[in-house]
T-cell receptor, first 116, second 112 residues
């Protein structure tokens, strides 16, 4: 079974530029998550989708971050304009269902963003 | 402010030693998970505990969920260099679906 795919793996941009990340979840997984992991910290949930609807985006900085999952499969996360503090690894994860205590989230390898 | 505090943040030990990593919170969690993350990769689930007082073993790893469901520990027996990595605990809260709150992680290095 193919895992969660993310691209690009690395991105270097200058502050105030825009950037987009792409995620392809495991086939059949209804729920998709985007996390931000700053160096030395644990991942922080940015947004959770159930199919193509948003379940939670309370920690997404909506003035500069946006995410969509138009057909309930792939997802893109965009930052516009980027700030220095956005430098982090952006992880995508997917799970089969939402709400189960033992529902496993499978993580992709992440996109490492460096903002100069 | 992180709801889950992990300690220690860093741990460097020799091969063959035992170690324990702690995950503490003032909040009650409906379940708690432990992940291991290697450089350049996403976290990989090791175990999920859901019952207060529950103990689970995975080869040389022993996981315990506190009776009050506010804390957990991970014990590794006879650590090996292959155990090196970032260990993360993450909890789910009642009525919050499958949303995970992660601790800050414990970076473990096991020297041969």
């Amino acid at each position: 079974e193919a895992g969660v795919a993310q691209s690009p793996r690395y991105k270097i941009i200058e502050k105030r530029q825009s950037v987009a990340f792409w995620c392809n979840p495991i086939s059949g997984h209804a729920t998709l998550y985007w996390y931000q992991q700053i160096l030395g910290q644990g991942p922080k949930l940015l947004i959770q989708f159930q199919n193509n609807g948003v379940v939670d985006d309370s920690q997404l900085p909506k003035d500069r971050f946006s995410a969509e999952r138009l057909k309930g499969v792939d997802s893109t996360l965009k930052i516009q304009p980027a700030k220095l503090e956005d430098s982090a690894v952006y992880l995508c994860a997917s799970s089969y269902t939402n709400g189960g205590l033992t529902d496993t989230q499978y993580f992709g390898p992440g996109t490492r963003l460096t903002v100069l | 402010t992180q709801l889950l505090e992990q300690s220690p943040q860093f741990l460097s030990i020799q091969e063959g030693e035992n170690l324990t990593v702690y995950c503490n919170s003032s909040s009650v969690f409906s379940s708690l998970q432990w992940y291991r993350q290697e450089p350049g990769e996403g976290p990989v689930l090791l175990v999920t505990v859901v019952t207060g007082g529950e103990v689970k073993k995975l080869k040389r790893l022993t996981f315990q969920f506190g009776d009050a469901r506010k804390d957990s520990s991970l014990h590794i027996t006879a650590a090996q260099p292959g155990d090196t990595g970032l260990y993360l605990c993450a909890g789910t809260v009642y009525n919050a679906g499958n949303m995970l709150t992660f601790g800050g992680g414990t970076r473990l290095m096991v020297k041969p």
